[in-house]
């Protein structure tokens, strides 16, 4: 089956650096997507790894290791309005459906 | 382009009544995905259409649950008869043809129901 692991909360302060983890457990695995969802709303993409590495996009980044079935989503320069849910993702199964992982909520503090 | 629409935004009904969500993808995108998401648990996927066609509904939890995508176009769930345990926001998803891990989901904002 599939599973992905990330913590449930994740607290910090404005202009501040933090980094949400994710470990996942899958049977075929494509890569590895970030969505961002804020209260009521929509999820939305935020970025995709297909290899290992860093990709960065503005103050987000996305980081993969394929050995560690591990990979973690980097916040920069912290803004109120990234408080948010940040859920990783991995395409899996027999069907490759995007399985998505618990979440991890985002608390931006003044 | 407009994005992913759904209706109703949210929905409250009673134990035992039937509720028809619906989902109106961004054109031309052949697949369509509906996800569940209960209060503070993970974004649980329900099944996966392309086109009319229903390539995975591994995710429905029984059989009180049934999706349509007529025509390829919209799609409905209807929940007959809703329990409790139905409760939660309803997402439905599009993406254009590929199964690829590239391939990105444009969600909807929601059908939130409420069954009492």
Not at chain 1, 34 to 56: C, I, V
Not at chain 2, 4 to 23: D, M, W
Not at chain 2, 68 to 88: H, N, W
């Amino acid at each position: 089956g599939q599973s992905l692991e990330q913590p449930s909360e994740v607290t910090a302060v404005e202009g501040a650096i933090v980094q949400i983890n994710c470990t996942y457990q899958t049977s075929g695995f494509y890569g590895l997507s970030w969505y961002q969802q804020h209260d009521g709303g929509a999820p939305t993409f935020l970025s995709y790894n297909a290899l290992d590495g860093l990709e960065e996009t503005g103050r987000f980044s996305s980081f993969l290791s394929r050995s560690d079935s591990y990979g973690y989503l980097l916040l920069q320069e912290l803004q109120m309005k990234d408080s948010a849910s940040y859920f990783c993702a991995v395409y899996g199964g027999a069907t490759n459906k995007l399985i998505f992982g618990t979440g991890t909520l985002l608390a931006v503090q003044p | 382009e407009a994005g992913v629409t759904q209706f109703p935004s949210h929905s409250v009904i009673e134990k035992g009544q039937t509720v028809t969500l619906r989902c109106d993808p961004i054109s031309g995108h052949d697949n369509l995905y509906w996800y569940r998401r209960v209060m503070g648990k993970e974004i649980k996927f329900l099944l996966h259409f392309v086109k009319e066609s229903k390539q995975d509904e591994s995710g429905m939890p029984n059989n009180r649950f049934l999706a349509e995508r007529t025509g390829g176009t919209y799609s409905t769930l209807k929940v007959q008869p809703a329990e409790l345990e139905d409760s939660g926001v309803y997402f439905c998803a599009s993406s254009r043809g590929g199964n690829s891990g590239a391939n990105v989901l444009t969600f909807g904002a929601g059908s939130r129901l409420t069954v009492l």
